[in-house]
């Protein structure tokens, strides 16, 4: 195959060069200078013969017909979910994550699942690795056909001959296209392979699953254009310490990306977790100090989510503040309103805040939650299992309503609380909850209604 005719641009100022170095000449930039193609081949290997391309026409939005975009049945119904509703035919969606998280392991498991035909392409793994990981998940489909190869092109003529129905990457780094010389992995090579695939479901209809690798920072190694270029961008993540990860959207053309998936990596696989409000609650004997309940929503989704605080005298002068899965920002904040309305002298303890189960939580419902458990672990005294929370705090102290509080009454409830305490100012259509609803507006009435004295 003739190669393209490229260039080398740099990125910052868009000087033109004949070779690569290191730095830029026009703008004194380091490391910004990478290959670019000018010119390819025309002819695709995908292309059907002699398609006459009609000339685009301007229309009325209300002349063009709202076509529903076709689903394809992920039988993955937390991945379903995120994606909203399916996998979008001629999609492409990009699934980043940290090395280990998973995301081989989910996207052999939706290629093993799904009544379609799939090609699974990995760069990373042997077609006999990807065997034993299909062995240990159990599971089998005649449909699923796997190939071990990197080069676009090698790819694309498989892909003519046995046209699947949805193709899987794995991944997107490994990728290496014969029409520049870049190494895999560089910028070039990500870009050009990424447009190739996504020019390919395009034109094809196909959905296109890609896998990215993340840089130390968390972004999805490469250029940030491969954001922009695919459909949908999800993120997997979790601890690895823990065994729940979470997929969440970041980007979704075709849905909302407030909704979240949740998993549990288990030895045959990752498990969907359709109920997360039971396994987030630890068993754990009554009378523990620091520990409130909040009745969280994650999307759609209400999420019941157990905050533990540990606050004890500092050893240093400076206090120590450490958080996980919470806003560390937020904590100060809120350590500052209990300091001020509450009368807690927190100025000379350390105070440690976790969320369990490994998650990141940032609907401000959890609030009210996170000062309860700072208040119930200062004072030594537990909050009673059955009651939880829901609500905002604001910087005077006050107690803030939250958004659909109804469903988040009616998680409580489901799962057995008797009492959700939230504020005086949320409004409920519906009165015949059998769970106790206490409503308060400021902070001081909380220890009034929670503690002894
Ligand atoms: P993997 O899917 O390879 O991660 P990624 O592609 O994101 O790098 O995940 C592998 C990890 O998951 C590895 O540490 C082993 C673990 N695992 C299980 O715990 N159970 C299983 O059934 C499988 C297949 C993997
Ligand atoms: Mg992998």
Redesign the pocket.
């Known amino acids: 195959m003739a190669k393209a005719k490229t260039t080398f641009f740099c990125q910052n100022c868009g000087a033109q060069f004949p070779k690569w170095t290191g730095k830029c000449t026009s703008c004194n930039q380091w490391n910004t200078i990478v290959e670019e193609v000018i010119q390819k081949e025309e002819k695709r290997q995908w292309d059907k013969p002699a398609s006459p391309r009609k000339a685009a026409k301007a229309l009325a939005i209300k002349d063009i017909e709202a076509g529903n975009e076709e689903r394809l049945n992920t039988i993955n119904q937390e991945l379903n979910r995120v994606l909203g509703g399916g996998l979008v035919k001629g999609s492409v969606v990009l699934l980043g994550?940290e090395?280990?998280?998973?995301?081989?392991?989910?996207l052999l498991q939706i290629a093993l699942g799904m009544n379609h035909r799939v090609l699974y392409v990995s760069g990373e793994e042997s077609q006999s690795q990807i065997k034993m990981?299909a062995s240990?998940?159990d599971q089998t489909n005649e449909n699923c056909l796997v190939l071990t190869e990197t080069k676009t092109q090698n790819i694309f003529s498989l892909i003519t001959e046995i046209e699947p129905e949805v193709v899987i990457i794995d991944s997107v780094q490994t990728l290496h296209t014969e029409t520049i010389e870049a190494s895999p992995g560089s910028i070039s090579q990500i870009r050009e392979s990424a447009a190739e695939l996504i020019k390919y479901a395009k034109e094809t209809n196909t959905p296109v699953v890609l896998?990215g690798h993340i840089t130390k920072e968390g972004a999805i190694a490469g250029p940030k254009i491969l954001e922009h270029m695919v459909d949908v961008v999800l993120q997997?993540e979790g601890d690895r310490n823990h065994t729940y990860r979470i997929l969440r959207a970041q980007k979704n053309r075709f849905g909302s990306t407030a909704e979240l998936g949740i998993y549990e990596?288990?030895?045959?696989?990752l498990r969907e977790v359709s109920n997360p409000s039971e396994i987030l609650i630890s068993d754990k004997d009554e009378g523990l100090t620091g520990i409130a309940i909040s009745a969280t929503l994650e999307g759609m989704r209400p999420l019941m989510i157990e905050v533990q605080a540990l606050v004890s005298t500092a050893v240093y002068g400076t206090p120590q503040r450490s958080s996980t899965g919470f806003n560390i920002k937020r904590l100060n904040m809120l350590l500052a309103v209990l300091e001020k309305k509450a009368g807690f002298r927190l100025g000379a303890k350390d105070v440690f805040l976790n969320i369990a189960g490994g998650l990141k939580v940032e609907d401000p419902a959890i609030d009210l939650a996170v000062v309860c458990a700072v208040l119930s672990s200062t004072r030594e005294e537990a909050i009673p299992q059955d009651v939880c929370f829901a609500a905002e705090m604001g910087l005077s102290g006050e107690i803030r309503a939250v958004s659909r509080i109804e469903q988040r009454i009616i998680e409580a409830e489901k799962l057995g609380f008797k009492k959700i305490i939230l504020s005086k100012f949320n409004k409920i259509a519906r009165t015949d909850f059998e769970i106790e609803i206490i409503r308060v507006s400021k902070i001081e009435q909380i220890v009034f209604q929670l503690f002894s004295d």
Request: aromatic share 6%.
């Open positions: 994550g090395p280990g998280i998973g995301k081989s392991t989910l990981r240990r998940i896998v997997f990596m288990q030895n045959n696989g």
